[in-house]
């Protein structure tokens, strides 16, 4: 399942993909994997990521009911 909400939110940082990498310590092509949904990231590289993004858990990674 892709992840859209990162791409979104990173976009409004005006962030490419290599700089929220760099934010969080992660290589460009993790942070394409996890937006494209190939890449399951650990609970500490999404606390890592929702931080960069100002935003929590639930608004990036929470699947909403369907």
Same mark, same amino acid.
Not at 6 to 23: F, H, M, N, P, T
């Given at each position: 399942?892709?992840?859209?909400?990162?791409?979104?939110?990173?976009?409004?940082?005006?962030?490419?993909?290599?700089?929220?990498?760099?934010?969080?310590?992660?290589?460009?092509?993790?942070?394409?994997?996890?937006?494209?949904? =190939?890449? =399951?990231?650990?609970?500490?590289?999404?606390?890592?990521?929702?931080?960069?993004? =100002?935003?929590?858990?639930?608004?990036?990674?929470?699947?909403?009911?369907?």
């Amino acid at each position: 399942m892709k992840n859209k909400r990162i791409k979104i939110a990173r976009v409004e940082y005006d962030l490419s993909q290599e700089q929220l990498a760099k934010a969080v310590g992660v290589s460009r092509q993790t942070i394409g994997m996890i937006e494209s949904g =190939n890449y =399951n990231p650990s609970l500490n590289l999404c606390i890592a990521i929702c931080k960069a993004l =100002n935003k929590t858990l639930n608004d990036l990674f929470w699947e909403e009911p369907s």
